[in-house]
């Protein structure tokens, strides 16, 4: 089986003959491709260096080899990482240090004696000048990374696309919990409260609010809290619907309803909400024709398909909100009283942003931190004057048009911070004639009245206020709040999610 002649030199025959010629050759090689190699002792001291990395020494401010030689290593080479592959006797395959003769593409091998201890180290530089002989790598890299920073900022975009869908009618899953509520004012926390305990029951719920206040946003929060949180979440948006197309909308169509081909059967809002929730929006619109169907719908729990003669049953948790005023349209007539009722078993008046001041800065942060996920840009940062004016505008829009207000100053402002000054140039671009800040908005309680009432609740409001102003002047940082208050940041966090 020997094909080898007798006269062609052999591998060695044991193994660490084997392994030391391999050593030995590997040795060579990089003595020869690399730029200099130098050897540590176990104490650091250099005790040899080849001829390759003797021309980094004036470099390194040495006018003679004998200056390098026998001297301790991070004496000598500036920056050098040589003592920590001896502490720890792991290998450094390639690194870059960086010193006053330049930056280096580094390896550095520890050595290790007969026992396997580690005796010395070998420092190796590989390339000089990495930034002109690893062009190539780093023209991939820079490739690399553009692409990914590209990638970042598509997924951001797509989740915002997700989280803006999930607004759209007809939804089947809760978006939000009451977390996403943000607000610990009084006001807040009493609407979050009555909230959950209405969560608890299956009575209908009335949410009842100015425009944007959160009343969807509590819609969703009450479903993913109540027993039926596992069931869809079905919203309709009775404004945007069509008067004609409204009852096939709720109730659906029948098979052979229609001869007409624009009615395929298929199921209503209220067969698709079938043991979840129905959240019916902006209930103030609907038209008296549908209100006297869905009053004998909530009545009989059953519902008659359009073209059908046949009652469905239902299992549905109705939710409804409307901005207007419902009561005054049952006294103009154009809202059913016995709808309003049969509606108003669980009312929940959502409190405007005006009566909710001290959240403004934790709502500006949340707003921020959202835009900057959509947009996948930085938001920018609101100086305590600029975040004091927004606290004093009087917020008809409530907190869609603070996210709107948010949305320009992060658009047309040139800086990264933003003060009152270009702020109130920003409200006046969008329209807004801006109120004074809050500061001089507020005037002082000092009825006595007002100290008339629970002390835990004034002692909670005054903590409140407290850290809405810390807040402020922290420009919205909360280890900056706390320290000021004296409080830590987790009784912070506490505070915030969890006033009541
Ligand atoms: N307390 C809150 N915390 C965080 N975000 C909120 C809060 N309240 C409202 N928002 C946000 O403000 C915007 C408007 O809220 P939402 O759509 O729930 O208001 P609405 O009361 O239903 O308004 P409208 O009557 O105009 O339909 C949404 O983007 C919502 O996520
Ligand atoms: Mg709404």
Do not use: C
Request: charged residues 25%; without cysteine; aromatic residues 4%.
């Amino acid at each position: 089986m020997d094909a080898l002649a007798p006269d062609t030199p052999a591998l060695p025959l044991d193994a660490q003959g084997i392994l030391e010629l391999a050593a030995r050759s590997m040795f060579h090689l990089f003595s020869s491709v690399s730029q200099g190699m130098f050897l540590v002792d176990l104490s650091g001291r250099i005790v040899w260096v080849n001829e390759g990395y003797q021309r980094f020494l004036p470099e390194l401010g040495l006018t003679h080899v004998d200056q390098f030689l026998g001297h301790m290593v991070e004496d000598v080479i500036p920056n050098t990482q040589m003592r920590r592959v001896l502490e720890t006797g792991e290998a450094v395959l390639i690194d870059l240090l960086t010193n006053r003769a330049g930056t280096f593409v580094v390896s550095r091998i520890p050595l290790r004696g007969d026992d396997e201890q580690v005796i010395g180290a070998i420092g190796i530089v590989l390339f000089d000048h990495p930034e002109t002989t690893l062009q190539p790598l780093i023209s991939k890299f820079a490739l690399l990374q553009r692409d990914l920073d590209d990638a970042r900022r598509e997924l951001a975009v797509q989740r915002g696309r997700q989280l803006r869908a999930g607004s759209g009618d007809g939804t089947r899953r809760a978006r939000h919990t009451f977390a996403s509520f943000v607000g610990s004012s009084p006001a807040a926390a009493e609407v979050k409260r009555q909230a959950r305990r209405a969560a608890q029951s299956s009575s209908p719920v009335l949410l009842l609010g100015e425009t944007g206040t959160g009343k969807e946003l509590l819609a969703h929060a009450i479903h993913a809290a109540s027993a039926r949180a596992a069931g869809p979440f079905v919203s309709v948006n009775i404004a945007a619907v069509p008067d004609t197309l409204l009852e096939a909308e709720f109730f659906g169509v029948a098979p052979g309803a229609y001869t007409g081909a624009d009615r395929k059967p298929r199921d209503g809002k209220f067969k698709l909400a079938d043991g979840g929730t129905l959240f019916l929006d902006e209930i103030g619109d609907m038209p008296q024709s549908l209100q006297a169907k869905l009053l004998r719908a909530l009545q009989e729990g059953e519902i008659e398909p359009l073209g059908s003669n046949q009652l469905v049953p239902f299992d549905v948790r109705v939710v409804a909100a409307t901005s207007r005023d419902l009561s005054a349209l049952v006294r103009e007539g154009t809202f059913r009283e016995d709808l309003y009722y049969r509606l108003h078993v669980l009312p929940l008046r959502v409190p405007p942003l005006r009566e909710r001041r001290s959240d403004i800065p934790a709502l500006v942060e949340l707003l921020g931190e959202d835009m900057a996920l959509r947009n996948g840009t930085a938001t920018p940062e609101l100086r305590p004057d600029a975040l004091a004016l927004l606290m004093g505008q009087p917020w008809r829009g409530n907190i869609r048009e603070l996210r709107n207000v948010l949305e320009q100053a992060a658009m047309r402002s040139e800086s990264q911070s933003i003060d009152a000054e270009q702020l109130t140039r920003i409200l006046r671009e969008t329209g807004v004639e801006p109120a004074a800040p809050l500061a001089e908005a507020a005037p002082a309680v000092a009825d006595d009245r007002a100290l008339l009432r629970p002390l835990a609740e004034q002692v909670a409001e005054v903590e409140q206020r407290a850290i809405a102003a810390a807040l402020r002047a922290s420009a919205g940082n909360k280890q900056a709040a706390a320290r000021a208050l004296g409080i830590s940041r987790a009784t912070l966090y506490g505070r915030l999610e969890n006033p009541e």
